[in-house]
């Protein structure tokens, strides 16, 4: 009875022992994963210097391109129709510009 007794308690505290260095050293090792991957975004979310002085320059703001818009002619539009999948897409563009054609002569 001894014999089991000790044996259980010798497995049990083998387990315990595999089972806390195993939450232990996994969270060290999450640690340095984790890390990682942090100091590799850090590397390669640099600007190039030249980009960088690229998107300075770049004078593109809401005003310039709402004032584009007020100056293009929305109200008068054409909708063109794009082909249907059974249709050939080289067939119907050849048909629209032969109509494009007769239209402006």
């Keep these: 009875m001894c014999k089991v ?3 259980i308690t010798v497995l049990t505290h083998l387990f315990l022992f595999s ?3 195993y939450l232990i050293g996994g969270s060290f090792g999450l640690r340095e994963f984790a890390q990682i991957r942090y100091d590799v975004h850090k590397l390669h979310g640099k600007v ?5 002085e690229k998107l300075k ?5 809401l005003e310039s391109e709402y004032e584009k818009l007020e100056k293009s002619n929305l109200d008068n539009w054409e909708n063109i129709r794009g082909p249907s999948p ?13 109509a ?5 002569e």
């Design 48 to 52: 190039d210097p030249a980009l960088k």
């Design 100 to 104: 494009l054609r007769l239209k402006t």
């Design 57 to 61: 320059k770049n004078t593109v703001t």
């Design 5 to 7: 007794f000790f044996s």
């Design 86 to 98: 059974w249709e050939d897409s080289r067939t119907v563009q050849k048909e629209r510009r032969e």
């Design 19 to 21: 089972f806390q260095l």
